[in-house]
């Protein structure tokens, strides 16, 4: 349940913040659409590297996924190393 909430927060904040920059339903239903697929891509991506591909071929496919989706090649998140 925890882990649910913690994932579902960062969509619920988007939300807010859409509705209170005057976003229509639509325009909102479209952000979190998007923050739904920038998850996922994220998550594909912890679960390729926890596969043992390697960074590399996990980070081509994190990239494949982000295009057109979100700002940078990373799904608008990249961390440090």
């Keep these: ?11 619920l904040l988007a939300a807010t913040l ?3 920059q005057g976003h229509s339903d639509k325009e909102t ?3 979190v659409e998007r923050h739904r697929a920038m998850a996922a891509a994220h998550e594909a991506a912890a679960k390729c590297l ?24 990373y799904c608008g998140m990249k961390h440090a190393h």
Excluded at 1 to 11: D, Q, V
Excluded at 51 to 66: I, R, T, V, Y
Aim: aromatic residues 0%; charged residues 25%.
């Design 18 to 20: 859409a509705q209170a």
């Design 50 to 73: 926890e596969s043992g591909k390697g960074h590399d071929a996990c980070m081509k496919e994190l990239q494949a996924a982000c295009k057109n989706l979100a700002i940078g090649k």
């Design 29 to 31: 239903k479209a952000d």
């Design 1 to 11: 349940m925890k882990k649910t909430l913690t994932a579902l927060a960062p969509l």
